[in-house]
Each structure stands twice: as structure tokens, then as C-alpha cells.
């Protein structure tokens, strides 16, 4: 059984929703986004989406953009992402990673040597965010194949004829994107997200996550009320951009985006 499949279980058994954290890779530095990464699971994630720093992070918005082209600089690549997971797993062998982001660095990287690498570095899941389910069989069978799950993504425009497409090959989890556009957009309302949550899970028994959108205790407790996670990824990563821009010290900036996953994680766990 893999790390998602045994986490969901376990919220279930709970009555409670999942809490998806978003970072970016060696964001504003490694050790410092290590520090981070360590740290979430003790401030309240379930799970934790790792972002694979890329220079065109077209689906995405400015915060995560400027956290991409920070960890660029300070010297990100595919190698130190997997350094990053495989130090987390010397002392986390349970919280499940899901590394997000674009194909091309897989690309460039190999796909099959990734998988490989990948899975023996501890990564549970991937979502690629421009790849569509009709061209993702090249990365779906070695992925698969290494025990990584490929999370599909659901959009408020997939309707009950893509639904069944996009979920033909998906494992681990559903990512609902709540709203049209980049991330650190508007947010839907719980209506919505309630009804669209149940169209998903009337073509899949896998779990939905809903992300994109929300930035406040009291949005992650309306998500936790009506899906199986809330994620979110901007409103964590600009604390990291807020930090810097005041010169706040490394140690300062990791205490608030714990203190402040705490937080949110304080507001999925009341959603129900």
C-alpha cells in the first residue's frame, strides 16, 4: 500500500480532511527549504507537494513563480530536489511526498532514470501539470512501474464526459483546481467546490483535493468540510518573498511559515 493510500485511510478513519502543503525546491536556499520541508509535518501537513523548480511556470502565479527563480538561482536542479527528499526520509518515513511541477525537467533529466531515482529517493507521487492524460503514457508506465502514483488534475471545466479521461490511469489522489487561471488566484465558493467535489467522486472512489485560492484558516476549514484535502501552496510560499524583503533572518523566516501552517492545519482539522 503506498504512503497516500495509507494516509487517506488513516483521515478517513478520523473523519478528516487532508492538509497539502506547497514548496518550492531549495526556495530561498537548501538548507533553509530543508529546514522547512522537515519541519511540515510537525506544523500539521498530512501531505506535502514538493515544487520541482522550473524557469516557465506557466500554470502558476507570482508567488510561486518568484519562489521558482529563487530557487534557480541559488542553484536548483532535479538533482538537489532529490537530495532534498532523500534527506527528509532519514527521519520521516511516512508523511507522503508528491513532487509537482512540469514535465520538461523530467524530461531533460530522463524519464525513466528519474522514476528510478525518484522512487528510491521517497518520492509517492507526481503531478505535471502540463502534461495532459492523452500524452502522459511515456512518464504514467515507468512511474507506475517504480510505485510513484500520477496525480491527475480536475478543473471546474472538466466536465462528465473528461472526467472519465482524466481519471482512466490516476492513482493516489484527484487535484481539483478550484478555479480557472494560476495559482494565488481568486477563490470559489464552498458551494462550488461542494458540488464539484461530488460530480469527481461519482466517477472515481479516489480521494479529491481541492487547491488553488486559499489563504485563510477559516477557506482551508470550508475545503476540509467538503473534499478529502485542502491544499495550499502561494499563500505558505510568499511568507518565504515577505521574509526577504524585510531581511529577515533564515531562522525567522521558517518559524512563520510553520507557525503559520500550524494554522491552517488548525482550520482543516476544525472543517469537520
Known sequence: MSRLQTQFDALRAENRAAFVTFVTANDPDFDTSLEILKGLPSAGADIIELGMPFTDPSADGPAIDKAAQRAIKAGASMVRTLDMVRAFRIDNTTTPIVLMGYFNPIFTYGIDRFCVDAAAAGVDGLII???????????????NKNGIDVIRLATPTSDDERLPVILNGASGFVYYVAVAGVTGGKSATADDIGNAVARIKRHTDLPVAVGFGIRTPEQAADIAARADGAVVGSAIVSLIEQGLEK??????????????????????????
Request: no cysteine.
Open 247 to 272: 531581511g529577515s533572518d533564515k531562522s525567522e523566516i521558517v518559524d512563520n511559515v510553520l507557525n503559520f501552517t500550524q494554522l491552517l492545519a488548525n482550520g482543516v482539522r476544525s472543517g469537520r
Open 129 to 143: 501539470v502540463d502534461l495532459p492524460p492523452e500524452e502522459d503514457a511515456e512518464l504514467l508506465e515507468p512511474a
